[in-house]
């Protein structure tokens, strides 16, 4: 095998390092919402796809039936299956490896590997697995500090916990507002998600808000 | 929510998250192709993710409530848009929030 591109190490390694630390935020919001410390370790192994755990356990916080939580998880989930769309031919693995890779498929492992397309296919590899196998490893030890942090510090309003929750949704939410037109999405969503609160039962209004995304998305611009 | 259902969430939610990755790269490239799927799905995460910023920030069970919450959340929005790193975010929300909490 060549000898890694350095670049692309680089790369993989800053970002697996930065969305890792991710992972004490979803620890602790994941406990604060009722999960057992080990469950959320789980969800960090098993589920491993940031914005639906979060999604997941962000329902059930609020009070939402199962049925809410696991449909805004699979919902988020979705872009994953675009994901191993593009990256498969790219890849090009089979049995177990692929299995594995469909498992690292997510935002970040995608992403610095599109981004080395100018290097090379073999950059392009190296990019997905170094960037999927390292943000693994991160987020699963960051989620077990953040969880156990958040066990011992109890009542999630004393420490702020309440609010880092949305905050980390806002801060994940921030950097997809490339354009006004996607600005405006999300406060349409917003407005939406804030008008059917009351009339809907609790987590719902956040399963309900993929209409904007539908009604939005419906016509070419 | 009860430990069973807990542990059904957290079964759940693995299971179709894995399956939706798997599909990914075992079905044909163009069962995938429609133009119109792919734009909303492209919208997807903001839709969703926005309406998680009102029900974690603003709601309790069915109510709209202004509390701490929604302190923290302005010191994540301020520290955002001075571009201060995703951690950073986190912890000025939380401070802000729990300022605010126990001063009232």
Redo the contacts between chains.
Sequence with gaps: MAPLPRNTVRDALSVSLTVGTYGVAFGAASVAAGFSVLQSCLFSLLTFTGASQFAAVGVVASGGVALSAVAAAAMLGTRNALYGITMSPLLRVRGVRRVVAAQLTIDESTGVALSQLPRGVEAVRVGFWLTGASVFLFWNVFTLLGAIGAKALGNPATWGLDAAVPAAFLGLLWPRLESNYLRGVAATSMVFAIAVTPWLPAGLPIIATALVAVAMGWRER | ?SAT??????I???A???S????????P?RW?AL??L??????????????????????L????VID??L???A???VA?ILKA???V???????????V??LH
């Design positions: 929510m259902l807990l542990w059904t969430v957290l759940a939610t693995s179709l998250c894995f939706l990755k798997l599909v990914g790269h075992y079905v490239e995938f133009p119109r792919q734009r909303i799905n492209a919208l997807i995460p903001i839709a969703l993710l926005s309406a998680l910023v009102v029900a974690q920030g603003l709601v069970k069915t109510h709209v701490h919450r302190a923290g959340l010191a994540a929005l955002l790193p995703f951690p975010v986190v912890v000025a929300a939380a401070v802000t929030s729990a300022l909490y126990h």
